[in-house]
Each structure stands twice: as structure tokens, then as C-alpha cells.
């Protein structure tokens, strides 16, 4: 009986890695791959060809770049804290990383479905700050310091209503399991919370253009790249970084911006959902589903930074502390009047 047991632990480990290995893999291909997205759909938008030599259509080129940095020299400088300034880029990279954890990429794909899920994605989101505090600070630079504390109110700042708006969608569905966010969800695209008000029910769509927006200022994205504002802080909190440490932030902020795509799919496009509810739609895997709407979203991410010119720093400030701020605060009242006194569908009563 005890071999059994055993036995039974030993494949339940194994499958596990097995799920770990089959979303890593193709989430590390896809940070890559995203960088020449983005070029090839600037270069689109700015009538050029963009990447084109390496490889056939320039797929070969993420992978040249990372090669370039990877045999670059690391140069730490001279009175940097050299642990601390290792560690940042790599603290950035692995928390973008740790986030899919949760995230139900399918009915039966997951990883750890916890009963806390959304939990953990904002208390993962949340800690990305920490890298670029510390990579500020590390540095010994008032340059890369300047930058990181910037960085750090930026991110905090809509982190705040990144927060309010996650309430808003748990007090709605009555549950914090992402999976049964999803599926409340279920039925067509005018169930999807984002567009929600078609079908008579309580609108999120205030609450999804708060939390898409937000996420663009979270990932130190255009409009918000603030913390990378090279006229005034040379570059910012990441100055003094070469080699691959560079190559671990900059690929960080990717890796961000396929994560907040994702929790914007599960928490108000439907997740695995299609967009019609009918058979044919139906018959196409829940994960193909999923994953045209994260590339929808990443269009959308470079979309915004070919057209809409950089904010001020004083702007991005007042939108995220006297217009988001408010307006998700609003909203979580209204939403917790709707599910007591309202019609709204709970998930866990």
C-alpha cells in the first residue's frame, strides 16, 4: 500500500513538472518572439519592413539579439552592491515568470488551482517593484536612483487601481478562483465582463479600460515609459546594466506585458471562451481561444506605443491618483449595491 502511495506521488510530481515544462518552454519562446512582433507591426505601421535579414522574415532575430548580449561582458560598476545588482534583473524576470501559476490557460490546464488565485496575481504584480528598487539602489548611481524611485511611484501608484479593480470582478463573481471567474463568463462575448452591459447585466467595462490602461503604466509602457525617460535620466533605473543582466530586464518587461494580457483575458474577455456560442466555435480548443485574445491584447500593447505620445510625469500622476483612483473606488461600491440589492449571478452562492 505504502509502495503504491508512493508510486501515486511520484506521477502526480512528475505531471506536474511535465505542466510546468509545457507553459515555460513556449512562454520563453514567446517573450522572444514578442520583441519581433513588435518591430514588425512599428515597421508596418511606419511603412518599413523592419527585421527582415535574420533568418527567413526576420525570425531568426530574437534569438541574434540574445546571443549578441549573451556574449557581451557583464560590468558591474565599481561601487555597486554586486549581489543586490545581480539579483534585480533576475528578481524582475522571475516574478513575471511565477505569475502563470494560476492562470487557467484552459478547462483542464493549470497549474496550481488555488481557491486564492487572484490573490497571488496581485501579490506577484505587486512585488515587481521590488526589482527595480533594487537595481536603482544598487547601482550607486543618482541617475539609476532617480530613475527606480519614479519607476517605483509610477508602479505603485496604478498598482493601487489594478487593486480596486480586481475587487470590483470578485465581489461581481463572488469568488477568487480564477477559473470560476472564467467560467462565469460562459455563453458568448456578451457575457464577457468587459462587454457585459449587452446582455442587461451590471457593466465592467469602465473597470476594463481602468485595468488595461493601468497595466500599460504597470509594465513601464507608452504612454507611461516614464522610468526609462532618456532626455532627462539617461535611461533610467536600468543605466548601469550591459550584457545579459540588461537582456533579463528588458525581456522582464515583455514577459509583463504577455502576463497582464493574460489576467485581462481571464478577468474580462472570457478566458478560454469563444466569442459566439455555437458549435463550431465550440469545437476549437479552449487554449486557442485564450491565446488570440493575449495577442489581440499585445497588438493592442504596440498599437498604443507607435501612436500616443509619452504622458508628463505631473499627467500620469493625476490620472492614476484623481481619475482611476476615484473612478475604481466608485465602482466597487456600485458593484457591491448591485450583487446585494441587484440581479447579479454569483458564482459562490
Known amino acids: 500500500m ?13 505531471w506536474l513538472i511535465l505542466k510546468i515544462l509545457l507553459l515555460v518552454f513556449p512562454l520563453l519562446i514567446s517573450v522572444a518572439m514578442l520583441t519581433l512582433f513588435e518591430r514588425k507591426v512599428i515597421a508596418a505601421m511606419q511603412l518599413r519592413k523592419g527585421p527582415n535579414v535574420v533568418g527567413f522574415w526576420g525570425l531568426m532575430q530574437p534569438f541574434a539579439d540574445g546571443l549578441k ?11 555597486a552592491s554586486k549581489v543586490a545588482f545581480l539579483v534585480a534583473p533576475m528578481l524582475t524576470f522571475m516574478l513575471a515568470m511565477l505569475g502563470w501559476a494560476v492562470i487557467p490557460v484552459d478547462p483542464e490546464f493549470v497549474i496550481a488551482d488555488i481557491n486564492v488565485g487572484i490573490l497571488y496575481l496581485f501579490a506577484i504584480s505587486s512585488l515587481g517593484v521590488y526589482g ?16 527606480a524611485i519614479r519607476s517605483s511611484a509610477q508602479m505603485v501608484s ?12 470578485l465581489i461581481y463573481t463572488g469568488s477568487l478562483n480564477l477559473g470560476d471567474i472564467v467560467r462565469s463568463q460562459a455563453g458568448g462575448a456578451h457575457h464577457w465582463f468587459a462587454f457585459n452591459i449587452l446582455s442587461g447585466e451590471f457593466p465592467l467595462l469602465p473597470m476594463f479600460i481602468v485595468f488595461f490602461i493601468s497595466a500599460l503604466a504597470e509594465t513601464n509602457r ?25 537582456a533579463l530586464f528588458f525581456l522582464g518587461e515583455y514577459a509583463n506585458m504577455i502576463l497582464m494580457s493574460g489576467m485581462t483575458t481571464i478577468l474580462f474577455l472570457g478566458g478560454w471562451h469563444p466569442p459566439i456560442n455555437l458549435v463550431i466555435f465550440a469545437a476549437v480548443p479552449g487554449v486557442v481561444w485564450f491565446l ?5 491584447l499585445l497588438f493592442v500593447f504596440v498599437w498604443v506605443r507607435a501612436t500616443v505620445p ?25 458593484t457591491a449595491a448591485y450583487v446585494v440589492y441587484g440581479d447579479a449571478v454569483v458564482v459562490g452562492s
Open 158 to 169: 496604478y498598482e493601487v487601481s489594478i487593486g480596486f479593480v480586481i475587487i470590483t470582478v
Open 292 to 296: 488570440l485574445k493575449v495577442l489581440l
Open 132 to 147: 527595480i528598487i533594487i537595481a536603482g539602489w544598487a547601482s550607486n548611481s543618482k541617475y539609476a536612483f532617480l530613475g
Open 69 to 79: 548580449l549573451l556574449l557581451k561582458e557583464t560590468i558591474i560598476p565599481s561601487g
Open 222 to 246: 507608452h504612454p507611461f515609459d516614464l522610468p526609462e525617460a532618456e532626455a532627462e535620466l539617461v535611461a533610467g533605473y536600468n543605466v548601469e546594466y550591459s550584457s545579459m543582466a540588461f
Open 2 to 14: 505504502a509502495e503504491m502511495d508512493l508510486w501515486s506521488e511520484l506521477i502526480a510530481l512528475g
Open 310 to 334: 509619452r504622458y508628463r510625469y505631473d499627467q500620469l500622476m493625476r490620472l492614476g491618483w484623481k481619475v482611476f483612483l476615484p473612478l475604481s473606488l466608485l465602482w466597487v461600491a456600485l
